[in-house]
């Protein structure tokens, strides 16, 4: 994706932002521009307060002016922005290329609205191609990994610099390829059924908005199965 593309969709979601707001602030290098965008509004006197959904997040919006509170300190979050690594007709995502899919989790089903925004390449007709992240705490994982594969993926271990990645949390991840998830709610609920299993990257029922970005600065609206375009 062009850059100018995520600076364009990256910004045009912070439109929805009001003052007042308690904002959800998703994890990314597309949500890197809204963080921006917000940075200078608060700096301007936009009155918000901020829930990171990683430490490299929170780090962004400290060093951006941005007010932080965590989720003990607020009964409910506005409006969450984030990103996505797939979306489908039905708004249906695969999130945690990041490896922050836990909180962004946590984040966005405590969030009254969730706008995702994307590069227009993330938008598929079934999702699958882009594994699908589950993480998992370390005791164990092994055994986890060979349930996994009983559900006809292919699982592999993350690593980062020849060791597990650890997410923000401590937990490793596996991403597993499916080629196609007809029922993402379905294996959503199975897969966390698995011991061991924290936490996958199918984000189902949970998104209001997808703005989907052109390399030519086009956005593309998606609202719940109803298509609009804006040039």
Known sequence: MDINAKKVVGEKAVEFVKDGMIVGLGTGSTVYWTILKLGELVKNGLSIRGVATSLSTEELAIKMGIP????????????????????????????????ALL?????????????????????VS?????????????????????????????PSLRMDN???FLTDNGNY??????????????????INMIPGVVDNGLFVGMTDIV???????GIE???????????
Do not use: M
């Not at 690594?85 to 945690?96: F, S, T």
């Not at 946590?106 to 706008?115: D, Q, T, Y």
């Not at 596996?174 to 993402?184: G, H």
């Open 211 to 217: 703005l989907l970005g052109f390399d030519d600065g």
């Open 162 to 164: 020849n060791l597990p």
């Open 173 to 190: 991840i596996l991403d597993c390829q499916f080629k196609k998830i007809k029922e993402p709610k379905e294996l959503a609920i199975y």
């Open 103 to 123: 909180r962004e989790k946590i984040v966005s089903a405590n969030s009254r609205k969730n706008i995702i925004i994307a590069d227009h390449t993330k938008y």
């Open 68 to 99: 932080l509170v965590t989720l003990e300190e607020v009964d409910e979050i506005d409006l969450t922005i984030d990103g996505a690594d797939e979306v489908n007709a039905n708004l249906e995502l695969i999130k945690g290329g990041g490896g």
């Open 126 to 154: 079934v999702l699958g191609d882009f594994p699908l992240p589950i993480e998992v705490v370390p005791f164990g994982w092994k055994l986890v990994y060979k349930q996994i594969l009983k559900l006809g993926c292919r």
């Open 221 to 231: 609206t998606l609202l719940k199965n109803t298509l609009g375009q804006e040039k």
